[in-house]
T-cell receptor, first 111, second 112 residues
Framework: QKEVEQNSGPLSVPEGAIASLNCTYS??????FFWYRQYSGKSPELIMF????GDKEDGRFTAQLNKASQYVSLLIRDSQPSDSATYLC???????????FGPGTRLSVLP | EADIYQTPRYLVIGTGKKITLECSQT?????MYWYQQDPGMELHLIHY???????EKGDLSSESTVSRIRTEHFPLTLESARPSHTSQYLC???????????FGNGTRLTVT
């Protein structure tokens, strides 16, 4: 079992819809959770991070964390074609200082 | 916003050449990382450093080496490039445990 899992996609949503991206992790002691967006051929850019159970909102983005279920998600409201990218979930495991990345979910927002 | 710079942006080089990929950051971050990523594939950690004179190998076996003589500088060297080294190399830095990674723009290496 991989330490951080994501559906590879592609996840296709129509413009204006809510895109829901999911991530599960194996280490129950994980402390920090990050979402990155990566356009094809570019480097990952940080969208959001979350440390505590519950929701965290930033503009059109909401990160949700449920440590009991070892689950973190990213919601994108009013999806735009410019949101089409690969979204990477990253977890900072408590036993080390390195980040573990999921394989990424490819999102396609259709005009 | 973290400032982290990688040079060159693109590099095409012949087999057997020695190359050094540069990475510098101006944020004073102690922790720096090198990742390798093939197109459409996962990120793989190849080297990391928690501070000056501290370097460790990552999860992916790599024939490259790194050095950390100054906090702001974390170069990666390939002594003898091979076509299997063709990939994108991403440098990143972080202030510490729990803090996010900030990535440079990457170096796309092609070995012919």
């Amino acid at each position: 079992q991989k330490e951080v899992e994501q559906n590879s996609g592609p996840l296709s949503v129509p413009e204006g819809a809510i895109a829901s991206l999911n991530c599960t992790y194996s280490d129950r002691g994980s402390q920090s959770f990050f979402w990155y967006r990566q356009y094809s051929g570019k480097s990952p850019e940080l969208i959001m991070f979350i440390y505590s159970n519950g929701d965290k909102e930033d503009g059109r983005f909401t990160a949700q964390l449920n440590k009991a279920s070892q689950y973190v998600s990213l919601l994108i409201r009013d999806s735009q074609p410019s949101d089409s990218a690969t979204y990477l979930c990253a977890v900072n495991m408590h036993y080390g200082q390195n980040f573990v990345f999921g394989p990424g979910t490819r999102l396609s927002v259709l005009p | 916003e973290a400032d982290i710079y990688q040079t060159p942006r693109y590099l095409v080089i012949g087999t057997g050449k020695k190359i050094t990929l540069e990475c510098s950051q101006t944020m004073g971050h102690d922790k720096m990382y090198w990742y390798q990523q093939d197109p459409g594939m996962e990120l793989h950690l190849i080297h990391y450093s928690y501070g000056v004179n501290s370097t460790e190998k990552g999860d992916l076996s790599s024939e490259s080496t790194v050095s950390r003589i100054r906090t702001e500088h974390f170069p990666l060297t390939l002594e003898s490039a091979r076509p299997s080294h063709t990939s994108q190399y991403l440098c990143a830095s972080s202030t510490g445990v729990g803090s996010p990674l900030h990535f440079g723009n990457g170096t796309r290496l092609t070995v012919t």
